[in-house]
């Protein structure tokens, strides 16, 4: 493990199992299959970063109101229940060095039990009675299901823009972590200033997350993560690194880009072949620049604010999404 | 077309027409193939027995707000979302008539197309500033989710009792035809007791219409209602005619019974000889004296509001669940 990520974690102790002791004791499905299931996704290995980034959000607004733990769930809730959706969308087998639920108990139980989580997560929003954060879950949800569609939608077209992805990672990733940071200043309330800048943070945050995930399928030993080698361009997602490789290459090396990328049975040496393009032709540090200066936007936001120990956790939230490695 | 069916649209052109309207203008999807399947699933053929009893409920109560047929669509956009989702997990290929929305653009879209209804559902709710409605309809997704996860884990078991049966169409139909019916009251701001009483009469007519639909595997001409013969048997769906003749009967005929069920490949013929024994053991009747019985309970829980065309509306749309052929 990393020196930041072992600083972030110690820092972080005390709130991770208070959110731990939340997720469990919100689930309460009445039906044996559902708490299995949410259970195996869940309960996996998550990093519980979508509701750290509330609890940690709320303290910088100095919230004092005790409900912090309970409500940052809905993130993982929602996230959750879009992996369990998503897994069945990308037919991916794996998840987190695990089958993925759908491979375990079939398709319909994994949307069924990603209805559940959604309508918990939904449950949990309603008790705020705060209607701006029901309104902000409400957002979210919405954002994440067509952003998945578009992606869907536009799955193995070599033709995908950087503006287009961009949309889709918004939708698909941003809006949450932008969620759960703004979600901490409406419980809290405070100042529009502060939710802004807490959004602002979780946006950023969010667009350079998802780039440096996108990453790691092209600079990570993929078994490491206990991912398939090249698992996106094999289901047929084309994310920042080959988009703007595909647009900066000549004709004839783009074409041979395009030869490995629509056979999506490409073999172990095409696709090293092919992240040899996406070098020589800058996708990789074109991604890394793009990632690098959200976090930097991410910073600035946060910067604002007076210095506390949440706010410095939060700075090396920020450094540690680049430096992940799963 | 019977008679009872005419003088009910007769009585709600009106308000259908602006419900049509309100489920166009509330859609608005980014993505085009959102609004193609979400399309697909709402405009075809839909009664909009849902929103059309929370805009009858909503005059019972005496609402004048104006946004009645705007919120009332919450319960169509929910209901829309459940269909695409239960056809993904039956594998049903057909829904009214027309191809199943997953069996044209894949299992995938369908469900994050459902996600997106969802969502909207939530998003009207939220509209609505009132925390009371959005609890409702946070349980309605809650209850459908898990009402069918109990259904799917039981699916093909010959000993799903009748309490479970009950459970299951209370969860999975009769929840939000209750919830359609309290938010009038709701919005309305209407006294408790007309509430319990919208909420009692939503709740038995749910009960009633479900059996009813079951019924009609059993009792109506499959093609005519663009079904498959035996359409809930091949989804090992077993349902209350069945549960109780399968009780009712000697260990014979129970056991023939079974073995019919167990072959979901099972012949048009033996189809026919499994519903003359659930005539025989009056699982048909049964189910009819059931449905019946929470019809009655309907009818006295609306008879308690002063006479008015609603209320002899909603008393009709009572006869009418038990009459209906599609």
Redesign the interface.
Known sequence: MSELKTRILDMVKTDLAEIETALVENLK??????STIAGHILFSGGKRLRPLLMVLCAKICHYQGGYDKTFSIIFEYLHAATLL?DD???GALMRRGKPAAHSLWG???A??????L???S??I??ET?N?RI??T???I??N???G???Q??RKGDIHLSEAEYLEVIRRKTAVLFQGACRVSALIADAPQGWETALADYGFHLGMAFQMADDLLDYTEDSLALGKTVGADLKEGKLTLPVIYALKAAGTKDRQRMEAIISNTEFSVPEFQELVEYLKAYGGIDYTWQKANAHIESAKTAIARFEPSVPREILMDVADYALKRKS
Chains 1, 2 share one sequence.
């Open positions: 499905p009445n039906v044996e299959l559902v959706h069945v969308v990308d398709g319909a139980a949307v069924l039990t990603g209805d559940f959604l309508a918990r939904l449950a929003a309603a009675g209607i029901i309104r879950i409400s957002e949800t919405d994440m299901a067509q998945e569609i578009h869907l939608m």
